[in-house]
């Protein structure tokens, strides 16, 4: 089964500037890997997904990257608001050929203004 | 329209009763999940439907939880015996199609349970 690393301690930072989370993974490596925003008391919302032959997707202001060298995807939040303020998961299949997912502890983001 | 919907929104029992947790899929969804979220963690995989069937149950963690979907759409959750480490929020999400390829799984509100 698929482990993944996401950053346990919340990332502090100010409005404005660019927010970057991390994704590790360590075993085998997925065709694709999803990012989800979740608020307090509600469940995931999906954000984007990546997959292995893509080297970066971008939405608005955000901009995922995935590289299968190193096992890992970063998630970018650019111009950062206090409105970002979340835990952000990603998720990959729980194994190949599998289309369920593993998701990571979440990172949590906070924007102070 | 409406989006996947749980209840109750919280459920507070005591050791070893017996609960149930009823989710809604998106209507016309045929994929359902269920997953379980400790504080601090990210959703546990418990068990998937592909229509009324369970395609996989492998997250299920003992033989005290049970889930169904007798018409592919509503599902409920069922925990016997209930245990103090039951304790979590239960999120159930839904997929247009399940199996085949990637989806956004739409997640409902959860289910706080806590078992004293």
Redesign the interface.
């Known amino acids: 089964s698929q482990k ?1 690393e ?1 950053n ?1 301690e919340a990332l502090n930072i100010q409005e404005g500037k660019t927010a970057t989370l991390t994704c590790n993974y360590t075993n085998y490596s997925p ?2 890997l ?1 990012w ?1 925003r979740q608020d307090p ?6 954000l984007l ?1 990546i997959r292995e032959n893509e080297k970066e997707k971008r939405k608005e202001r955000l901009k995922v990257t995935f590289d299968t060298t190193l096992k890992q995807s970063l998630f970018h939040i650019t111009a950062s608001q206090p409105a970002d303020s979340a835990t952000y ?1 990603c ?1 990959l ?2 194994s190949g050929g599998s ?8 990172t949590s983001l906070i924007v102070h203004p | 329209g409406a989006g ?1 919907s749980q209840t109750p929104s919280n459920k507070v029992t005591e050791k070893g009763k017996y609960v149930e947790l009823r989710c809604d899929p998106i209507s016309g969804h045929t994929a359902l ?1 269920w ?1 379980r979220q400790s504080l ?6 418990l068990i ?1 439907f592909q229509g009324t069937g369970a395609a ?1 149950d492998s997250g299920l963690p003992n033989d005290r939880f049970f889930a169904v979907r007798p018409e592919g759409s509503v599902s409920t959750l069922k925990i016997q015996r209930t245990e103090r480490g039951d304790s979590a929020v239960y ?1 159930c ?1 839904s997929t247009p199609q ?13 289910t706080r349970l806590l078992v004293l």
Request: overall charge negative; hydrophobic content about 30%; charged content about 10%.
């Open positions: 993944i996401q346990s065709a694709y999803q989800y008391g509600r469940g995931p919302v999906f997904l998961l998720a299949p729980s289309y369920i997912p593993t998701f990571g502890r979440g | 996947v999940y997953y601090g963690q990210g959703p546990e995989f998937y996989d999120l999400a399940g199996g085949g390829a990637p989806e956004t799984q739409y997640f409902g509100p959860g």
